[in-house]
């Protein structure tokens, strides 16, 4: 168990339609980390957030968003879904963001959205 | 830009066997280099790391060495088990960014 906690484990829904994704850091943890992992693109970055702010973008679509709350959890809200937007959603929370290098990403389970 | 690349997979051993799954990256300036795993239905987790050049990483068995004058970060292990099935994922952090780059990953099958 890394710590980190995501909910839900499982969403199904329709095209067209919004989801927020949740998670909950590890206690101590300022930063948090967005994954998209399907099958034809592998383990993509979506976003960085630190302490509540923003702090890197990746390959993050503009119909999602996403924001870290002043007790540190984080949502990511995905809208106007797409069959393509099915695939697995990691959360991952490190101790700081200065030189990354010196922190370790721990990441939750992840959170299956498919769309339908 | 920085990037990853892993060997394709899937690696498929029998138990006790050697292992070795290659990756070299490229990065301007100095980066840390990681091997993380994913057991299935699971998340990733951090198996081990090596932030400067010529150190080693290793934990449970796995070994992999910072080579700079290749750009490889190869891990290795003497002996897998069948409990060592997943996929592994390389991944560099240059200091001062806040993203991890990892590779496609390369998923393992070690058979009883």
């Known amino acids: 168990d890394s710590g980190v906690t995501q909910t839900p484990k499982h969403l199904i829904t329709a095209t067209g339609q919004r989801v927020t994704l949740r998670c909950s850091p590890r206690s101590g943890d300022l930063s948090v980390y967005w994954y998209q992992q399907s099958l034809d693109q592998g383990l993509q970055f979506l976003i960085q957030y630190y302490n509540g702010e923003e702090r890197a973008k990746g390959n993050i679509l503009e119909r999602f968003s996403a924001q870290q709350f002043p007790d540190l959890h984080s949502e990511l809200n995905l809208s106007s879904l797409e069959l393509g937007d099915s695939a697995l959603y990691f959360c991952?929370?490190?101790?700081?963001?200065?030189?990354?290098?010196?922190?370790?990403?721990?990441f939750g389970p992840g959170t299956r959205l498919t769309v339908l | 830009g920085n990037s990853v690349t892993q060997m394709e997979g899937p690696v498929t051993l029998s138990e006790e066997a050697f292992l070795t799954i290659n990756c070299t990256y490229t990065?301007?300036?100095?980066?840390?280099l990681f091997w993380y795993v994913q057991y299935p239905g699971e998340g990733l987790q951090l198996l081990l790391k090596?932030?400067?050049?010529?150190d080693k990483g290793s934990n449970k068995g796995f070994e992999a060495t910072y080579r700079k004058e290749t750009t490889s970060f190869h891990l290795e292990k003497g002996s897998v088990q069948v409990s060592d099935s997943a996929v592994y994922f390389c991944a560099l952090a240059t200091s001062g960014t806040y993203k991890y780059i990892f590779g496609t990953g390369t998923r393992l099958k070690v058979l009883a």
């Open positions: 090596a932030t400067k050049a010529d």
């Open positions: 990065a301007t300036g100095y980066p840390s």
């Open positions: 991952a929370s490190s101790v700081g963001a200065v030189g990354v290098g010196r922190n370790e990403q721990f």
